[in-house]
């Protein structure tokens, strides 16, 4: 077909066996300020009962966002939300009321600490879904997790919307959770306290993909942003855990040049990574890169030259933070450091990686997120993706804490399967999944191994065993494997009110 | 329904009315080089009849990498593909060739020079389809233009794939036209002649859209990469339409503290930013932002103090190649410039753009596809896109060229529709489009303006008139707005064999 079309042209529709659309008129695409205070914004994106809100945790226990956000949904006279953090700790503690007002329904995201305490004890109408920070990841990218509107904190942004957590005065380290979200979210909101001049020079999240600039007066409290999970331990037993860690890494002869190491947060993770800078030095090695979250540890191992690159997601103290204002850096985001969906990713090289548990099991199943009571207190984080990345996943423990053995016949709950996992390493000794039979030949004459079984039993006999749990029906959340399948599931607990 | 999973645990399937799926498993994920060669990763990529590869125009007319990669396509028996590069110059002159040979049968992607002549003369069975910078981003994420495999050049890649322009003997400047690519491509493959230590410290392609890393001798001749484009005009009649478009931005009032405009090659608009340059020393004035490519020119601008940041999409020399190689400053790729379908652009705020023509008419429409023989010889490049974007769209050109009027009735073919087109500055005055009375309000008094007929007639008394041109039906190509509609198709003149 031949039309004229709104230049004035006459052209052809149908060309060579394809449909062309004619050209129906140009304008300017004219630009405006896309500052506006958070409850105009969340208007503007058609809030209404039944959305899901997204939200990251870097400003940690020191967050306003998410509890002033939710605030303003109450006022707004919206409720049935379901809210998609990647995490949420103490400081949220007022989201109880909004359950209980039934302002929050649902969620989909990690949680620690109080919020957990209370729906172990009250399940919501949907069970809490938990991820990893990959399985996160590739859950919106998938839209099995669908986003309405992403609420996205950060330290500066200049009002087009191109934002950063590196500088302002609640600075939090690169935003590095919530790039998913602002690609698939239907609409999304910046978050900040610091509006500065365009163009914003460090640009995590970008104006492509922002609606609308949200100015409130703080987004965090400077005080709490840094983690107190970054103070190396002083508990002798947890020291040699920590040390026998890096001789199980010497001994399965991955300690040479080129190395690439997870340095994570958590005591003995932290104590893990100082003695691995020490043997760096004593063998005279250089790292290629460590990966995950920067602390001054990590960032003193990268000045004294035994790490050639520092490869982070996440920022973990005030020093690690000044480092990245003048150092940039290489950052990576989660998708890149995590997306199992991805064509490659930071962790996929990952020599090793050495992580914590609240509880283990004899298959070496690992539990994170209950309590042995039953209580959901924690995420999983990125230990399913870094367990799975690494060559060497070693997981750390003592066999028992108080009255209660953390090595068991199974854990309460399932955060990441034992097939992923290599090594066990506890104040009782050493156990390597048996899977792992190259590991354990390799092993063979340079350290002592134990089988997880007499772990168990040693942890039984000073405990007199764990406790048992009685189930009701009703669900208080469930553990996703990073590819979207169910993992396992929390019920709750018989007499926990 | 409940099930075991293959973590062991019972678990439900259908919660709170929903479906959640089983684990089914954990395995480790293992990582290996991606390093190959082109002819295997092509392969790899399961190349195969009828297939599109898409390529970046970034080392210009120094680029072995089309051309390297078509001969390993002809290699493997491959025959009837699409290119959808974003640009080709006179070095893809053995394209031609290949074109004979049923191995290219289709491009959508612009083309400068040899390669166009030659279709001009030979129509392809499907006509060459010429989009906008923008439009060629919007075009490939609403799959309007499917892309099977991405062919991508960098000056330094790591074994993994994560991949920059900016270091390397090949470097170009950022890599900033594939990002499109590499995420929407099925398949990706990085060509470099550079494998550097992970992680490569500048990533404008990352590993997680990377499926090949390929090796080749040499992506580039190095004495060619930077554009000759780039050269400011000693033309006396050129200096003069210079001058008058910064005469014009003063009496329109756009020079001003934190104004924010383009710079782009070619010599009328190179010597305008020179100009401009000027007039903001003289004034005292500080621009914000220099937008678009990075030149020598606008470097000093920058170094002088008289515009505060540089925000790049392309460098253009040597000199701008070594600043951003020491000051990285805030690169933008061509999405984050120009993609019509984001919520916000580098170039929704331009105050003003100083583009070039190879023809204009009296409805200020703007060519600069085809010569005025009809012959298809340039790109649109970010015509469009900066026109439609800036608040001061300027195109300049003399009224004529030797013997053929360029302003002119009607143009060969529209690239920019006279609606987004504010004023043409040419050697015989400056005309301003009747449907911006404000800024036509706003001159009065302070400047000389011309009605766009009389440069017209000028044009038509000085040179007889234009050629009249009498068209075959084949088509040669056709333009489209950023919209992904027909703006103008070209036809094939008869008698250009």
């Known amino acids: 077909m031949k039309v004229v079309n709104a230049a004035g042209r006459l052209i052809e529709t149908d060309i060579s066996g394809e449909t062309f659309k004619p050209f129906s008129g140009a304008k300017k695409h004219n630009y405006s300020s896309k500052i506006t205070n958070l409850s105009d914004a969340l208007k503007k994106c058609g809030l209404k009962d039944g959305m899901t809100l997204s939200f990251h945790h870097q400003l940690r226990n020191g967050d306003f966002v998410i509890n002033k956000t939710l605030e303003t949904v109450l006022n707004l006279g919206v409720k049935n939300i379901m809210i998609a953090q990647t995490a949420m700790f103490n400081v949220h503690n007022p989201i109880i009321d909004l359950i209980k007002e039934g302002i929050v329904t649902r969620i989909e995201g990690s949680i620690n600490g109080v919020v957990g305490d209370y729906i172990s004890r009250n399940p919501l109408p949907y069970p809490v879904v938990l991820r990893s920070h990959g399985g996160r990841w590739a859950a919106i990218k998938k839209d099995e997790l669908h986003i309405d509107i992403a609420v996205i904190a950060a330290s500066a942004s200049d009002e087009r919307g191109n934002s950063t957590g590196i500088i302002g005065k609640s600075a939090f380290g690169p935003i590095s959770y919530s790039q998913v979200d602002a690609m698939h979210a239907d609409y999304v909101i910046m978050v900040t306290d610091s509006i500065i001049d365009y163009p914003c020079k460090y640009q995590e999240i970008q104006e492509r993909y922002v609606d ?24 002798p037993m947890e020291l040699k855990i920590a040390r026998d860690c890096v001789d199980l890494m010497d001994a399965a002869e991955i300690i040479k040049d080129g190395m690439i190491f997870q340095s994570g947060a958590g005591g003995i993770s932290l104590a893990a990574m100082k003695y691995l800078g020490e043997r760096l030095e004593e063998k005279k090695v250089i790292a290629s890169t460590a990966t995950g979250g920067l602390t001054k540890l990590i960032v003193d191992i990268y000045k004294a030259g035994h790490v050639r690159n520092l490869y982070y997601s996440q920022v973990f103290d005030d020093y690690a933070v000044n480092f990245v204002q003048e150092t940039l850096g290489i950052p990576a985001d989660i998708g890149h450091y995590a997306d199992p969906t991805s064509k490659g990713r930071t962790i996929d090289g990952l020599d090793t990686v050495v992580l914590g548990a609240t509880e283990v099991d004899i298959n070496f199943n690992v539990n ?9 207190l924690h995420g999983i984080g990125g230990h399913q993706d870094t367990a799975a990345g690494a060559s060497l996943c070693i997981i750390t423990c003592p066999i028992f804490r108080k009255k209660n053995p953390i090595v068991r016949e199974k854990v309460t709950t399932i955060s990441t399967p034992g097939e992923v996992v290599d090594a066990i390493v506890t104040d009782k000794g050493i156990a390597i999944n048996p899977k792992r039979e190259d590991l354990i030949e390799n092993l063979k004459g340079k350290i002592d191994i134990v089988q997880i079984e007499e772990l168990k039993e040693l942890a039984y006999d000073a405990t007199g065993g764990p406790q048992e749990l009685e189930f009701e029906d009703r669900l208080v959340g469930c553990t996703k494997w990073f590819d979207g399948t169910v993992l396992d599931i929390i019920k709750k607990v018989k007499g926990l009110e």
């Open 212 to 235: 609308y600039v949200a100015q409130i007066d703080r987004i965090g409290d400077s005080s709490n942003i840094m983690s107190g999970t970054t103070k190396i331990t002083d508990d």
């Open 368 to 376: 994170v997120n209950t309590h042995s009571d039953g209580r959901m």
